[in-house]
């Protein structure tokens, strides 16, 4: 089957650092996204990870380790704005879907 | 401008009655995509289409149909055979191949079924 897990929910503060994990056991594996999703809005596009290695994009970077079905999520200088849920999601090999995680919720405190 | 449309945002039906969500859009994208998302929840896949007059069932297809008559346009219609059709639905599209083939999400139908 496919399994995608991360935290349910953080906090943090104002200005610190953070890092949302996903663990993931699929049939194949084709990439890592990670999207950022306000509330009741649609997603966006965050990264996209195919490689082992980390992936930096101004104050959001992305970790994928492929042996350990593992990624992280890294968001520095944390802004109020960044209050938002956060999606882990696989591209499967055979079929060639994407299967997402249930999400991180992310509340930002002052 | 290119992007994704779906329409109406928010929708209200009565119970036993089929809806059509529509889906459209300009990015010349090959695969298009349905999504549930309930609250709380990850985003179910319900169908996908790869290419034009091709769509496959995802893990939560039962009452709900789609056609793909256009490379433009991926319409989802619930059917009364939905046992709970309420929901947040969204609609994506990507290149079907290639290193970017992120997903581009519409902004979503908020369907209420009284």
């Known amino acids: 089957g496919q399994n995608i897990d991360q935290p349910t929910e953080m906090t943090a503060t104002e200005g610190a650092i953070v890092q949302i994990n996903c663990t993931y056991q699929t049939s194949g594996f084709n990439g890592l996204f990670w999207y950022q999703q306000h509330a009741g809005e649609a997603p966006t596009f965050l990264s996209y990870n195919v490689l082992d290695g980390l992936e930096e994009k101004g104050r959001f970077s992305s970790f994928l380790s492929r042996s350990k079905g593992y990624s992280y999520l890294l968001l520095k200088e944390l802004q109020m704005k960044d209050s938002a849920s956060y999606l882990c999601?696989?591209?499967?090999?055979?079929?060639?879907?994407?299967?997402f995680g249930k999400g991180t919720r992310l509340h930002i405190l002052p | 401008d290119g992007g994704i449309t779906q329409s109406p945002k928010y929708l209200f039906r009565k119970e036993g009655q089929n809806v059509t969500l529509s889906c459209e859009q300009n990015?010349?994208?090959?695969?298009m995509y349905w999504y549930r998302q309930d609250p709380g929840q990850g985003l179910r896949l319900i169908y996908y289409?790869?290419?034009?007059?091709?769509?496959q069932k995802g893990d939560i297809a039962e009452g709900y149909s789609v056609s793909r008559e256009k490379k433009e346009s991926f319409p989802l219609t619930v059917t009364s055979a939905q046992k709970n059709p309420t929901a947040f639905y969204l609609c994506?599209?990507?290149?079907?191949?290639?290193?970017?083939?992120?997903?581009?999400f519409g902004p979503g139908t908020r369907l209420t079924v009284l």
């Open positions: 289409s790869q290419i034009v007059n091709d769509f």
């Open positions: 990015l010349n994208h090959d695969a």
């Open positions: 999601a696989v591209r499967v090999l055979r079929d060639d879907k994407i299967i």
């Open positions: 994506a599209s990507s290149f079907e191949r290639g290193e970017d083939n992120e997903q581009f």
